[in-house]
């Protein structure tokens, strides 16, 4: 199988959001797509393992978000890269309640749909949903949106592991020894610099990459130490 031939399919990015009584919570998807005009119909694709795959089958209600080219990294990250198991996602964005009272994130994001599942197909590892679109809104008519392939060949970024374009690889163990080398965040571009350390993430000045705890995250998007790579 030839991997980069999957690069060339061409995607958006989006904010996949439900809830319950309780709580919200909300995902960063590429596969959503129109399926019929007349009722208006959109599918959407998520993993099993996703908090939101789990609130969308028990209220059957979800919201799209289409987010902008300059979606803050943050976002991408909060929604991209954290799960709501852990987190609560929604203190830290914008977001409306739609007339059903799904969650609908509104922060760096065009337009969105408010939908009502309608039918939802097991192929795997992933759930394909189809909402009818019940309300949605332009918010920015004239803003581009954040493409997959903008966002991967341009920010660098990659995909998130329970999006079912994300391939497992192998970690490259690259002998790397030097006390100053650098490494840059592949999905916010933050740059790790040992002679600055992480003092607010309990990293000294003076502390080699290698010797961060595996455990630490990066300070603007909150991605893994696996998300790093070297400049
Ligand atoms: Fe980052």
Redesign the pocket.
Known sequence: MNIEAFFNITYGLYIISSGDEKRNNGFIANTVFQVTAEPAQIAIACNKDNLTAQFIQNSKLFSISILKKETK?EIL?LFGYQSGKDVDKFEKIEFIKGESGVPIVTEDTIAWFECELVQSFDVGTHLIFIGLILNNDLIIPDAKPLTYSYYRNVKKGKAPKNAPTYIKKEIKKEEITMEKTKYE??????IYDPEVGDPDGGIEPGTAFEDIPDNWV??????GKE??QVI
């Open positions: 990294p990250g965040c592949v999905v916010c571009s933050h990066c300070p603007v998007c909150g991605a998300d790093f």
